[in-house]
């Protein structure tokens, strides 16, 4: 196996190859390296590396590894589903909340937010495949939804997240992504301004970066599997 620090590199690498075989614009691609149910030394390492944007699952599980960091440049992500009694954690100890699907949670978050830390970034999360059980509100639902969070005070609406459900094929990939992307040029349409597309994991990179992701979230490709 090879150590984190030649994986994160392999990585950047794909995404700056993947990048310019898309005709994206260089470093217009991000890296959200997610470390669910990774120990802290491996999250320190990769922070030694370079790498400061981190995205955590289980609550009680990332405050662990927040409070055990402790280091002021990392940014932590939440990219798990979000029950209304985890908000004032999230609120309090996070930078970003990707899952956003609910406006009961998002107004949650606004008024727990800190007084002293700026505007919690949030994405709202797209269940582009329309699946009963998944989590994340239908397309029908997002116009209104998302002007709703946009009013927020404490809360700053970003874009789309989607986790589609899993496909090998590149094409059937491309295409749910694309959806979701037909949705965020909408919103931005209407005048919001939004900037993220939260899109794609170790799997499906290189669907994502090719239909507008500006944030890939990869966990496996950097960290190896998880139990
Ligand atoms: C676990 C997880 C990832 C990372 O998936 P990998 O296949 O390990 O890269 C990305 N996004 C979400 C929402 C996840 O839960």
Redesign the pocket.
Known sequence: MKNIDDRLTQVKQQISELEQKYHRQAGSVSLLA?S?RKPADMIETAITAGQLDF?E?YLQEALEKISAINHANVHWHF??PIQSNKTREIAEHFHWA??IDRLKIAKRLSEQRPQELPPLNVCIQLNISEEESKSGIMTSELPHLAAEIDALPRLKLRGLMA?PKPSEALDEQREQFRAVRHCFEDLRQRGMSLDTLSLG???DMEAAIAEGSTIV?????LFGA?D
């Open positions: 997610v669910k995205g699952n990219i798990g990707h899952t986790l994991t170790s799997g979230r990869i966990g496996t490709a998880r």
